[in-house]
Each structure stands twice: as C-alpha cells, then as structure tokens.
C-alpha cells in the first residue's frame, strides 16, 4: 500500500515556533491535494487543500506548497500551538476514480 | 458532519460485521477507508448515487451500500485478524469536488 511501517515520522517544536511538514505523492496525473489533521481516537479533518494549477494557498496559519516538478508538497503552520499536536496527512486525488491516496503521516509534537 | 456506528466493536475471526455510515446532508458520494494503526487510510470503495464508483485493492468479502437517505454501509465477510482497524467514512459533495468530510471511524478488533 501507500503507507508502510508502523513508526511515524516525528517533528517536534517548540511553541511559537513555525512547522513545516513534508509530503511526496506518488501519481503525476493527481490534480487535487488536501492536507488532513488527525487527533487520537478521531477520524481526518481537513486542513487546507490545494489544487495543481496552483503552487500555494493559505489558510488561517496554514500555508500549503505544492511543487509538481518534483511531486512534493509541503504544510507550513505559523506560531504552533500544542493543540496542533496530532498526526498530519497529506492526501491526493485522482479524478476520474475520486478515490484519496493518503501519505504515511507526520507525528507533529509541540513543547510548551 | 459524518457520524459513524458502533465507534467499537469486537468480533470473532469468520464472522461478518456491518458498519453504518450517515453521510452530511446534500453529499451524494461516500467513501470507506481502512486505516491500520500507524498507517494512512487505504481506499475501500466508493459509492455515488447509490452505485459502486471505484474500487481499492481489497478482495469482494468487502461490500458495501448507499442508500437514498445519505447514508451507507460497509459490510465484511469472513472476518480475518487482519481486518482489525480502524474503518472510516467520507462523505463528499459529488465523486470528490469540495473535499471529503471524515467520520470519527469504527474500530474494529478480530479475535
């Protein structure tokens, strides 16, 4: 599958500080990419997405990159708080199946 | 939002499960992942307007249904250990435009 392992990647910051979480996706034909917060026990919420003709969005201390040249995108959060603390996905969609093909998912820590 | 039932439950290895769904009101397309522990969700299937719109790598003892009043069902047969995860759903507005709303999942466990 697209996923493997069971250890997660881990960043770890300080409070107040910026985040800036990686993503390579895997299929060039994807033209819509949404990035996902995920808290224990909860299912996916939707952060910001981003679609391929453009190369940045931003949201509400969220800035999404998207660099097709290379198929990498990145999440930065401004000024992170410990209620950022969760796992962070990124998912992309190809459109003829509408199907999401979800990243392995970063474990962002944050330290007051 | 998306609201899921049971939020747990535990059955035996051969048995069969069925897992309820209601989707957000006016979103006609829903989709059920498979999320291991420590992993990304994985593509079941999709349904759109009632009909199967999309099939992940999983065998036919995964079925599902949608039915006319927003909301689904996702039902397996001939439970395996494997099979033990977290099942979530989403719901979006038509085959994926507008983002997909994600229920808090069932978890279920195989003995």
């Known amino acids: 599958g697209e996923s493997v392992g069971l250890h997660l990647p881990t960043l770890s910051v300080q409070e107040g500080d910026n985040s800036i979480i990686n993503c390579a996706y895997s299929?060039?034909?994807?033209?819509?990419f949404i990035w996902y917060k995920q808290e224990s026990g909860k299912g996916p919420q939707f952060i910001i997405d981003i679609r391929s003709n453009m190369d940045k969005r931003q949201g509400q201390r969220v800035t999404v990159l998207l660099n097709k040249t290379v198929k990498h995108l990145s999440l930065q959060i401004a000024a992170t708080q410990p209620g950022d603390s969760a796992v962070y996905f990124c998912?992309?969609?190809?459109?003829?199946?509408?199907?999401?093909?979800f990243g392995q998912g970063t474990e962002l820590s944050v330290k007051p | 939002g998306v609201t899921q039932s049971p939020t747990h439950l535990i059955k035996t290895r051969g048995q069969q499960v069925t897992l309820r769904c209601s989707s957000q009101s006016g979103h006609n397309t829903v989709s059920w992942y498979q999320q291991a522990l420590g992993q990304g969700p994985q593509f079941i299937f999709q349904?759109?307007?009632?009909?199967?719109?999309g099939r992940g790598n999983f065998p036919p003892r995964f079925s599902g249904l949608q039915f006319p009043n927003d909301s689904s069902e996702l039902n397996v047969n001939a439970l395996e250990l494997d099979d033990s995860a977290l099942y979530l759903c989403?719901?979006?507005?038509?085959?994926?435009?507008?983002?997909?709303?994600f229920g808090s999942g069932t978890r279920l466990t195989v003995v």
């Open positions: 299929n060039s034909a994807s033209d819509y």
């Open positions: 349904y759109y307007r009632e009909e199967e719109n």
């Open positions: 989403a719901s979006s507005p038509t085959r994926g435009e507008g983002g997909y709303t």
């Open positions: 998912a992309e969609n190809i459109q003829w199946g509408g199907k999401l093909i």
